[in-house]
């Protein structure tokens, strides 16, 4: 009951919202209009690129996204040439610090996201949700695809939604994911009605989610540079930020009787846990991995330079692990190269 409250005061809420936003939209395009100069501010919901690209296409010159100052933005390939990715379908590299775009091999492609979905479901639940929350494990963690990355969770289970997080993210696992959805939307396709209204909010408009995991679905999908705004949004939270940071997780779980359960797990970034090291004078802070037959190897990774500055780091769609990090490594190491 409570969950389905909080959604009725969301939605109600969301309404509200988008009112301010569009007359927040227009006072601005008034505002700047009024200064005689001609320029807007576009917004464009399911537009072939995300929302915040729309200022840097050709065809529209003259128009700024003026709400998105401080955010890397690209249209299309950038700098393609200087790395060789091969077969692998999509690469960014996003420096923070200057709100540049470095490198780009089709950052508006949709594709499948494994479990980079992960990053948008723990956004969603770290803004509508106290860490201390308690979630229960209903009948639908039971999930019997083969292959998918599970924690194990028994119908009735418990735990909190703090310890949920760190098992998500660190150790990806798919049962959790639905245990944190239906715990806050009260059912999962509630709960990505929440994901789609977040990943409009920030600009990730060329991107949509039918699930919390990632597990595969046709209507399922992101971007490279819509995985850079989520993961970006993301990282505003300090728990976020700690999590990703872990090479492992110890904790005690309830099950349904109150018995205790010990869980161990390691994360599934080999940079974070040691199997891999990145190039000289670029450390790996933290980041999210995601596999699956449909989607390939994915990872987005937060890093810093020698100097400290912040980057992005997302590729999608690998032939296969090897192939995944040597060419992380490449993108990596192209930070160097600037620095």
């Given at each position: 009951m409570h969950s389905f409250?909080?959604?009725?005061?969301h939605r109600g809420a969301c309404f509200i919202k988008r009112i301010c936003m569009l007359l927040f939209t227009v006072l601005i395009s008034v505002s700047i209009c009024?200064?005689?100069?001609?320029?807007?501010?576009?917004?464009?919901?399911?537009?072939?690129?995300?929302?915040?690209?729309?200022?840097?296409?050709?065809?529209?010159?003259?128009?700024?996204?003026a709400f998105a100052e401080d955010l890397c933005i690209v249209a299309g390939n950038l700098n393609a040439e200087d790395i060789n990715m091969g077969d692998t379908e999509a690469a960014s590299l996003f420096d923070m610090n200057n709100?540049?775009?470095?490198?780009?091999?089709?950052?508006?492609?949709?594709?499948h996201p494994a479990s980079l979905t992960k990053i948008m479901t723990a956004l969603v639940a770290l803004k509508y949700a106290s860490p201390d929350l308690m979630l229960t494990a209903s009948e639908n963690v039971k999930i019997e695809e083969p292959g998918a990355q599970l924690m194990g969770l028994k119908p009735g289970d418990q735990m909190t939604l703090d310890q949920a997080l760190h098992v998500l993210l660190i150790y990806s696992a798919n049962d959790v994911a639905i245990m944190i959805a239906e715990g806050i939307g009260g059912t999962v396709d509630a709960f990505c009605d929440l994901m789609n209204e977040e990943a409009i909010s920030i600009g990730a408009?060329?991107?949509?989610?039918?699930n919390p995991n990632g597990l595969t679905q046709?209507?399922?999908?992101?971007?490279a540079y819509d995985m850079y705004?989520?993961?970006?949004?993301?990282?505003?939270?300090?728990?976020?930020?700690?999590?990703?940071?872990m090479p492992t997780y110890d904790t005690v779980y309830y099950s349904a009787d109150g018995t205790q359960k010990e869980l161990s797990v390691e994360s599934t970034v080999l940079y974070t846990k040691g199997g891999y090291n990145s190039p000289d004078q670029i450390t790996v802070i933290g980041g999210k991995t995601g596999t699956t037959s449909a989607a390939g190897h994915c990872l987005i990774l937060?890093?810093?330079?020698?100097?400290?500055?912040?980057?992005i780091a997302v590729i999608m769609n690998a032939d296969s692990a090897e192939v995944l990090y040597?060419?992380?490594?490449?993108?990596?190491?192209y930070i160097n190269q600037g620095v």
């Open positions: 409250s909080f959604l009725s005061t009024g200064c005689g100069a001609d320029y807007a501010a576009p917004y464009q919901v399911h537009n072939t690129i995300s929302a915040y690209n729309v200022g840097v296409m050709e065809e529209a010159a003259s128009t700024y996204p709100a540049d775009t470095l490198y780009a091999k089709n950052p508006n492609a949709q594709m408009t060329n991107s949509h989610f039918t046709d209507e399922h999908y992101v971007t705004l989520i993961f970006r949004a993301a990282l505003q939270y300090s728990l976020f930020n700690e999590i990703i940071q937060y890093t810093r330079d020698s100097t400290g500055s912040p980057y040597e060419q992380m490594n490449k993108l990596l190491d």
